[in-house]
């Protein structure tokens, strides 16, 4: 089990990482991948490196109605062993 805390870190470093000129500073739990530049495959890139590094598998489904960070990581805490 993570805490919410720790999977937020995971996705803050994974968009650092994708998105060249975004501080990991930047990535907050209220914007959105697409508002710091990130396309589809910027914002695939982010959750399929977040997963691996989680050690966790999310079906594609459960992401249809993420719009920021916070849906992001909330998706990604569900699959970690967490209520």
Do not use: K
Not at 12 to 17: G, K, L, N, P, T
């Amino acid at each position: 089990m993570r805490s919410w805390d720790e999977v937020f870190s995971v996705v803050r470093e994974e968009a650092a990482r994708a998105l060249p000129g975004v501080d990991a500073v930047r990535v907050t739990p209220d914007v959105s991948l697409s508002d710091m530049g990130a396309n589809s495959l910027d914002r695939m890139d982010i959750v399929v490196a977040s997963q691996d590094t989680l050690g966790i598998t999310v079906p594609a489904a459960a992401f249809a109605d993420v719009g920021n960070v916070r849906q992001l990581v909330d998706v990604l805490y569900g699959y970690c062993g967490n209520p």
